[in-house]
Structures are given as C-alpha cells and as structure tokens.
T-cell receptor, first 114, second 113 residues
Framework: KQEVTQIPAALSVPEGENLVLNCSFTDSAIYNLQWFRQDPGKGLTSLLLIQSSQREQTSGRLNASLDKSSGRSTLYIAASQPGDSATYLC?????????????WGAGTKLIIKP | SAVISQKPSRDICQRGTSLTIQCQVDSQVTMMFWYRQQPGQSLTLIATANQGSEATYESGFVIDKFPISRPNLTFSTLTVSNMSPEDSSIYLC??????????FGPGTRLTVL
C-alpha cells in the first residue's frame, strides 16, 4: 500500500534563505507526483507536476526533483520570501487509470520570517 | 490549467439543514472530484462526479449524505445534507487535466453550529 510522508511537519526560516522540503513514498511504481501549496482556509494551488519519466521540473524560484528508485521528491525554494509562507503538500498518483486516486502527504507548514 | 470557481466561498449553517456547493470550470473536463478537508487534516476524497451518471463514492461516504450532480462537463454540485458540527470542513472540487495533473477550486469553508 502506497504511503506518502512529508518531513518536517513544520519549518520556520528567515527570509532570503534557500530551503528544501521533502516528500517520500513507499512504492516506486508511480505515474506522477504533484506539489501544491495551500494558504490557511483556502484551496490548493498546483506548483509543479513531475511525470514518472522526469527527474525534475522548474518554475521560477521553485525546483522539484524526483528519484523514484529511492522513493523521494524534494521541493527546493530559492531566496525565500514571506509570501512563500503556506502549507506545502505533495501527492502521488499510483497509475494512469482513472481508478487511481491521489495519495497525499500530511504537508509541511512553512513560515518565512521577515 | 483550468480555472475553477466555487460558490459559496464560506457559510455558517445550523445543524439539520443542507447546503449545496457549486463548482464551475472554464473548460470541459472529463474528471471532476469532490474532497473534504477537516480542520488540521489532509484531504479526503468524497467522490468522483460523473457526467450523466451517478457519482462514484469513496468508502465512508454515501449518496444520501452527499448527493452530487454533474449535468455537464463544466459544472457540478455537492450537497451536504442534514448537517452536524462534524461536517465543518473545507470542501474542495478539483479537475484532472489530460496530463493527469489535478487542479483545485478555492474551496468552500463550512461551519456548522
């Protein structure tokens, strides 16, 4: 059974630092992995999608990597800003068939201190 | 990516009443989903909204409590029936793209007194 874990559960860093959020999964047979951010009481914003054949994706200051063999993905945030404060969630899709549903991590709550 | 809107954005309801949440997408999509996020928890899938047929519910969720309509490929509603305080959550609709990415609406924050 696929399980997704995000460590740490919470992280507080000063503004301007580069940081890495971690997502691990127990079964390497995945179709894709997606990173989201969620602001308090709000919906989810899709940040990056990595297909199983890809090693990384980049969008602005964000870079997500995928290592299926080790069951890990990382989200790298460069030059962090207070506006990056949010909960970051990763989700794994086990297969392409419509019967497969996303398996969610519990999230990392990130606070960027001005 | 699709642009998704939800109405209402939040509501405060009395126990025993029902609330219908609307989800509108700016393009036709095949797969549309409804999720619940209880306070401090991760997302739980309620059901897949199927166009032209009954929704497919996940374990622990039933049609009598969460009836869903999907009259076309851009619109769906979720009703939370006979509400109790335990139904206080954020309710989210999402859609799936051709590349199997999911995109979410802004959510409906429900408080049941």
């Amino acid at each position: 059974k696929q399980e997704v874990t995000q460590i740490p559960a919470a992280l507080s860093v000063p503004e301007g630092e580069n940081l890495v959020l971690n997502c691990s999964f127990t079964d390497s047979a995945i179709y894709n992995l997606q990173w989201f951010r969620q602001d308090p009481g709000k919906g989810l914003t899709s940040l990056l999608l990595i297909q199983s054949s890809q090693r990384e994706q980049t969008s602005g200051r964000l870079n997500a990597s995928l290592d299926k063999s080790s069951g890990r993905s990382t989200l790298y945030i460069a030059a962090s800003q207070p506006g990056d404060s949010a909960t970051y969630l990763c989700a794994v899709r086990p297969g392409a068939d419509s019967n497969y549903q996303l398996i969610w991590g519990a999230g990392t709550k990130l606070i960027i201190k001005p | 990516s699709a642009v998704i809107s939800q109405k209402p954005s939040r509501d405060i309801c009395q126990r025993g009443t029902s609330l219908t949440i609307q989800c509108q997408v700016d393009s036709q999509v095949t797969m549309m989903f409804w999720y619940r996020q209880q306070p401090g928890q991760s997302l739980t899938l309620i059901a897949t909204a199927n166009q032209g047929s009954e929704a497919t519910y996940e374990s622990g969720f039933v049609i009598d409590k969460f009836p869903i309509s999907r009259p076309n490929l851009t619109f769906s509603t979720l009703t939370v029936s006979n509400m109790s305080p335990e139904d206080s959550s954020i309710y989210l609709c999402s859609v799936e793209s051709v590349s199997k990415a999911q995109y979410f609406g802004p959510g409906t924050r429900l408080t049941v007194l």
